[in-house]
């Protein structure tokens, strides 16, 4: 199957599994279509994986579907217009992968009102899709925004005692943010048309990459777009929205959550804030490495005081995400590529501890560390999913994390953007401060003595909760021994990033001294473009 046509399948697929579970009325008919659903849709994005060449679909020519007449009338350049490169391919993956096994983990966790679960975290898997594979801005609002709705019922219908307040605050931040964004996707695409379309509203990314941002406006285009992608992150001091969210939330939301969402705010920002405003991000790139070394420690201080291992969890994810945003702005091949493979690591590997968590809290109903204790003795197989997975998140050799965090570290000791040894020290603390808080959780949670009678009790992993955790302890393994596949097919992507980040930056200063200056930038046909992007009647020829 052709790569265009496979790429909106694995979007929209999901969408459908939600229509067939709202039409079915039994509890177990409903749970297997969900499971059958997202199980097709990950065996389908294989295909996408094995089908990308990133030798030829770069981010110059990724696989497209351009079907440019389908929505808006001539003025306005507006379409869908989806596709893979080497950015989204494996954050597509990764949602995939998700979710059969947060199916999987709702099975016995979900008592009531499946049928709206189920269906909403298969639309929730279908938004998320979009985003990653959007290249029109005006279809990755539009998903962008679709994933506001099934979170938001998610947290409030089957989240903790707190519901409804975490779900209304994670509404309100991000929909401020969101907001601001919008009106700078509108100005942009305006501005954009008159310099480089002939006049024609557009929301292309390809179009807006040629557009030379005038410095004067690139510093609040910037900060419109930054904020929304920050809060998303969430970066410090925005995170507040992510404990309350991450605690209330049932296990399957609060893995979706830390698994995918959170990667639409670091994806935002690589895929449009770099690459749009490479002077105002360059300018900002100290403030911002600032404010992400104060989050991976503050984060890490935090979770080391948490009595919730939920909670503890939750604060791990404004500590390893702030590695994330420091690479981006770091600005060098190896800092940006470990920021693209640490959002996926992030994903198994906090993935794996609010799974391993949940099947704690299925069994005793409570998340406190001090109710726990000698878990080792009882359940010794959970016991070593939950080492291995904490392990991996704290970045031990061999181990996924390990991977990420080095390559961030490096680039950003090399970059000449950041320029300040002492940040990165600061931010390497955050690596000894992760192992404290997370082998704390696991002394506390699974070692020591055994106090409480129920724990002495507690039964160990079943089949279904084995089989749903294999995978992602394999990757864990697979991605810390093994990257290299990884890193090839990001390569090629962040490497013409970077390579039109720095183009961009120097023609805007030229064009601040020529104010004659037309607004474009140079780009060459990629090669190879004509043979993948197809446009409408391409499409509607083939058999």
Not at 16 to 23: I, P, S, Y
Not at 237 to 260: F, K, R
Not at 421 to 440: K, Q
Not at 463 to 477: H, Q, S, T
Request: glycine residues 8%; contains cysteine.
């Amino acid at each position: 199957m052709d790569i265009p046509f496979l790429t909106s399948l694995v979007i929209f697929l999901p969408a459908v599994g939600a229509l067939l579970t709202l039409a079915l009325r039994d509890v177990s008919s409903i749970r297997w279509a969900a499971l059958g659903t997202t199980t097709l849709t990950f065996l389908l994005s294989i295909g996408l994986f094995l089908g990308y060449d990133p030798s030829v679909s770069t981010a110059q020519a990724p696989q497209l579907v351009d079907m440019s007449s389908a929505w808006f009338p001539d003025a306005f350049d507006i379409k869908y217009f989806v596709g893979i490169d080497g950015l989204s391919l494996l954050l597509v993956m990764l949602t995939t992968l998700l979710g059969p096994i947060v199916v999987l983990s709702s099975w016995t966790y979900i008592e009531e009102k499946q049928k709206g679960y189920y269906a909403l975290l298969l639309l929730l898997q279908t938004g998320v899709t979009g985003v990653f594979t959007s290249f029109d801005l005006f279809l990755f609002y539009i998903f962008f925004e679709l994933t506001l709705i099934p979170m938001y019922f998610i947290i409030g219908v089957w989240g903790g005692k707190d519901r409804i307040y975490a779900a209304v605050k994670f509404v309100i931040y991000t929909l401020v943010g969101s907001l601001l964004m919008l009106v700078a996707i509108l100005f942009l695409g305006y501005e954009a048309g008159a310099a480089v379309n002939n006049g024609v509203f557009t929301t292309d990314w390809y179009t807006l990459l040629e557009y030379n941002v005038p410095l004067a406006t690139q510093g609040w285009l910037f900060a419109l777009f930054a904020f929304s992608f920050a809060i998303k992150v969430p970066l410090f001091p925005l995170h507040t929205w992510l404990p309350d969210a991450h605690v209330q939330a049932p296990t399957g939301g609060s893995v979706i959550l830390a698994g995918v969402l959170l990667k639409m705010g670091t994806y935002g920002l690589l895929r449009f804030c770099l690459p749009f405003f490479p002077n105002a991000a360059q300018n900002a790139a100290l403030v911002i490495g600032i404010l992400a070394v104060i989050g991976i420690v503050y984060g890490a201080l935090i979770a080391r005081v948490q009595e919730d291992a939920k909670s503890l969890v939750a604060y791990s994810s404004v500590s390893h995400l702030g590695f994330v945003v420091l690479g981006l702005f770091a600005f060098t091949t190896e800092a940006m590529q470990g920021a693209v493979i640490q959002m996926i690591n992030h994903g198994l590997s906090t993935g794996a501890l609010f799974l391993l968590v949940g099947m704690l809290y299925e069994r005793r109903h409570t998340r406190l560390m001090d109710d726990y204790g000698g878990l080792a003795s009882s359940v010794p197989v959970l016991t070593t999913l939950m080492v291995i997975s904490v392990l991996a998140s704290a970045g031990l050799p061999g181990l996924n994390g390990f991977v990420g965090e080095f390559m961030i570290l490096l680039g950003s000791f090399k970059s000449t953007v950041l320029d300040s040894v002492l940040l990165v020290a600061f931010a390497t603390s955050g690596v000894i401060l992760a192992a404290m808080y997370l082998l704390y959780m696991v002394y506390r949670t699974f070692f020591g003595e055994l106090t409480v009678e129920a724990n002495a009790q507690m039964a160990d992993v079943n089949g279904r909760e084995f089989l749903l955790m294999a995978p992602l302890i394999v990757l864990m393994f697979v991605m810390g021994f093994y990257p290299a596949p990884f890193l090839r097919q990001t390569e090629p992507t962040t490497e013409f990033l970077l390579n039109r980040i720095e183009e961009k930056r120097a023609a805007a200063l030229e064009a601040a001294e020529t104010p004659r200056a037309s607004g474009r930038v140079p780009v060459a046909p990629p090669e190879g473009a004509g043979e993948i992007r197809l446009d409408a009647e391409a499409l509607s020829a083939q058999p």
